[in-house]
């Protein structure tokens, strides 16, 4: 399975795959992540600056209270062509913005508003994320509940932490794996470690199970349509089994034939001598 991850604001794909490496590596092994980085280059100060290189990415801009976008719906039409070609993917991961903008394109594929020849995300890992608040863009990813499997890692300590419980709410039947600290990908103790291997082993065998009956269900139809197409043999076969003895009643024995041919010649024989 295929799993798009993207990152928080003016950071980087590489910056994220470091941070999920902290995690026991059990827990993804069985899955392909790709890291993209933001389809701007960042247009200020890094937060991670002096903790990890650069270049840092965003994926769209902001203002202050979080109600207006700026380069939003070109970084919806950039990720959507990205997963389009690149895909199909099965999930998504994303951090703060990356986190908020996953949910955004899961919402919006669940109404029908993007991705709608790509087939639908089975699963969704939400760090730090929260909702969008435009009421215009609400209105839509959010009108009903999202029907992906998603867990939700929210910081006691995290300055998202109220939006981030407000996001999984968005969500049908969500895992809530809280942690003590604040805004980050927060190392993973034993018992959320188990919960997380737990989340994703469910997934993989119930991917493994639709595989299975799919598998079935096309060598079904395969054996059908060989039987079907047998029987139709048959039944040519027999229709022109009694075409051709038909013919043969209408028409003289060869033997009759062959006889009139053999005095045809003999009486050709006798003038010539």
Same mark, same amino acid.
């Given at each position: ?171 049908? !039947?969500?895992?809530?794996?809280? /942690? ?8 993973? *103790? %034993? @018992?959320?470690? #188990? ?14 199970? !639709?595989?299975?009956?799919?598998? /079935? ?8 349509? *060989? %039987? @079907?197409?047998? #029987? ?22 060869e033997g009759v034939i062959e006889k009139k041919m053999e005095n045809g010649a003999g009486g050709l024989e006798a003038t010539q001598a």
């Amino acid at each position: 399975m295929k799993i798009l991850c993207l990152h928080g604001f003016r950071t980087s794909g590489s910056f994220l795959h470091k941070q999920i490496s902290k995690w026991d590596p059990s827990i993804f092994a069985q899955f392909q992540m790709e890291f993209p980085d933001g389809m701007f280059p960042a247009g200020g100060k890094s937060d991670i600056e002096g903790i990890f290189p650069p270049p840092y990415f965003e994926w769209f801009q902001f203002d202050k209270e979080f109600t207006e976008y700026t380069n939003l719906e070109e970084c919806i039409a950039y990720l959507c062509e990205y997963i389009t070609t690149k895909g199909p993917f099965d999930g998504l991961l994303g951090f703060s913005q990356g986190a908020t903008l996953s949910a955004l394109l899961l919402g919006y594929q669940g109404q029908g508003k993007v991705l709608k020849e790509h087939p639908p995300m089975k699963l969704f890992v939400s760090i730090s994320g929260s909702k969008f608040r435009d009421p215009s863009i609400c209105d839509v990813a959010y009108k009903d509940p999202i029907k992906v499997r998603s867990v939700h890692f929210i910081g006691a300590k995290d300055w998202l932490r109220l939006p981030s419980e407000d996001l999984a709410t968005a969500f049908d !039947n969500p895992l809530i794996i809280r /942690h003590p600290q604040g805004h980050t990908v927060p190392r993973l *103790d %034993e @018992a959320a470690t #188990e919960q997380l291997r737990s989340w994703t082993t469910e997934i993989l065998l119930h991917q493994s199970n !639709n595989a299975s009956v799919n598998k /079935h269900n096309l060598e079904n139809g395969e054996v059908k349509a *060989d %039987e @079907a197409q047998m #029987e139709n043999g048959e039944v040519k076969a027999e229709e022109h089994k009694g075409k051709v003895e038909e013919a043969c009643k209408t028409q003289k024995p060869e033997g009759v034939i062959e006889k009139k041919m053999e005095n045809g010649a003999g009486g050709l024989e006798a003038t010539q001598a």
